[in-house]
């Protein structure tokens, strides 16, 4: 499942073969976008929002649009040379686009649309992480709103900030040495907040991701996927449980203080 930082790195490097470039063909796989073509028109920009992944391209006619999609849980962005085999099945397709002989295509995307106006599709969304206008306090604000939700849950809610995934959620919260399980309320959100920002940056870049500094496999992350193996802090086994539907994990010794303090 990806995170923030994935659509990140995957946005830098559709923006490195697809801006400038002339869009010389383009198929779109979903039927509400099946007559939609793009061809003439110019990719000005990648770029990321959250997990939302935005292609701006000008048109041929000088107006401009964007595709906006979504990998939700099965998505893939893959770019070939035009011609050589794809790496997943024609059929999970839903979008290719042609410059040059460069090949991008889009499969199994949870979202996929074509839309005039960008910033209306990511309204909802709160402070981006790894965006430039990144906002901590208002993150903060948000995330606070509702004492008596728990941090697990706050921090995938990505009305309240944008990015946190699956993974980074429970590795936050080990490195706060702060249940899942505790009410934001009785949370130090700045740190909360400070930690999620500099997990999701150090790895925005990175092809393996990693929150204990050590990048050595198997080593990568305190607690996410090493259910009772034992924890790297103090050796008692990790426990993994389920939190709104979402897989969780933790240390029961190092985060068993109600209160992250300081
Ligand atoms: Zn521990």
């Known amino acids: 499942m990806p995170e923030g930082d994935t659509i ?27 007559l939609t073509d793009l061809s003439g028109g110019r990719v000005t920009a990648v770029r990321s929002v959250g997990k939302h992944l935005f292609m701006d391209v000008e048109r041929d006619d000088g107006s401009a649009v964007s595709i906006h999609s979504h ?12 011609g050589t085999r794809w790496r997943r099945p024609g059929h999970s397709a839903r979008v290719v686009l042609r410059a040059g002989d460069t090949e991008a295509v889009g499969f199994n995307l949870g979202v ?12 909802h969304l709160g402070p981006d992480l790894l965006g430039d206008d990144w906002d901590p306090d208002l993150a903060v604000t948000n995330l606070a709103a509702d004492p008596d ?18 993974v980074f959620r429970s590795e936050i919260c080990f490195l706060q040495r702060v249940s899942p399980y505790t009410r ?5 959100l700045p740190a909360v907040v400070q930690t999620a920002r500099r997990l999701l940056w150090d790895n925005r870049v990175r092809s393996v991701r990693c929150t204990t500094g050590v990048l050595i496999r198997g080593k990568e992350l305190w607690v996410y996927g090493r259910d009772r193996k034992p924890c790297r802090r103090c050796g008692e086994a ?13 240390c029961p010794r190092c985060q068993a203080g109600a209160a992250a303090g300081g």
């Not at 801006?19 to 779109?28: E, G, M, R, S």
């Not at 990998?71 to 035009?82: F, I, S, Y």
């Not at 939700?149 to 995934?165: F, H, K, P, Y």
């Open 184 to 188: 934001t309320g009785d949370v130090d």
């Open 112 to 123: 996929l649309e074509v839309v005039t106006d960008p910033a209306a599709a990511v309204a």
């Open 71 to 82: 990998l939700k849980m099965e998505g893939a962005w893959d770019v070939h040379r035009l």
């Open 238 to 250: 990790i426990v993994r449980s389920d939190l709104d539907g979402r897989v969780v994990y933790m």
């Open 149 to 166: 939700t728990l941090v697990g849950a706050a921090l995938l809610d990505q009305r309240l900030l944008a990015g946190v995934g699956n």
């Open 8 to 34: 990140y790195a995957l946005a830098r490097r559709l923006h490195e073969v697809l801006a400038d470039a002339t869009l010389t063909h383009t198929d779109f796989r979903v039927p509400r976008w099946a």
